[in-house]
């Protein structure tokens, strides 16, 4: 997919993209490894992070208030209902990337471990995330 498109995105919603080296540590990465990293309004991830990851920390900074981005640094998490914005809208954006798609995404989730009541992303996405919707609403992300 490379970085263009997903530079894009995130460009549409005030966030900057890097590129990390290949082999290089990605800065701001709650996992490590490959994972995704997030400092302020900036996401950086190495060609091998997974589309769910990026989209995962860029979707933790999207639905926090402008002012409170500055201050993250790895962990973005104030609750468990941005958590779950975030997981929603890093579905939503995923239809967005050519070549992914929130199907993909949502397959994607499942097998790196997303846990949810009704036991697939899938299932929670279409019948579980009202409340997911209206924090987006309130904050006019949908």
């Known amino acids: ?10 460009a549409r919603h005030g966030l900057t993209l890097v590129a990390v080296a290949d082999g290089e540590a990605i800065p701001g990465s709650y996992w490590g490894d490959t994972e995704a990293g997030i400092i ?8 091998d ?3 769910h990851s ?6 933790h900074l999207i ?9 993250v640094h790895t ?4 609750s468990i209902e941005e958590e779950d914005a975030t997981c ?6 995923a239809d967005q990337l050519p070549g992914v798609g929130s199907a993909r995404l949502m397959e994607d989730m499942d097998r790196w ?4 009541r009704l036991g697939s992303t899938r299932a929670w996405f279409e019948r579980d995330a009202a409340e997911a919707q209206a924090f987006l609403r309130q904050r006019g992300l949908m």
């Open 1 to 10: 997919m490379g970085f263009d498109t997903p530079r894009a995105l995130l």
């Open 40 to 47: 302020g309004s900036t996401v950086y991830v190495r060609a």
């Open 49 to 51: 992070t997974p589309v």
């Open 54 to 59: 990026l989209l995962h920390e860029a979707c």
């Open 63 to 71: 639905v926090l208030p402008e002012d409170k981005r500055a201050l």
């Open 75 to 78: 962990d973005a998490t104030d």
């Open 88 to 93: 929603y809208l890093q579905i939503v954006l």
């Open 113 to 116: 471990g997303y846990t949810y």
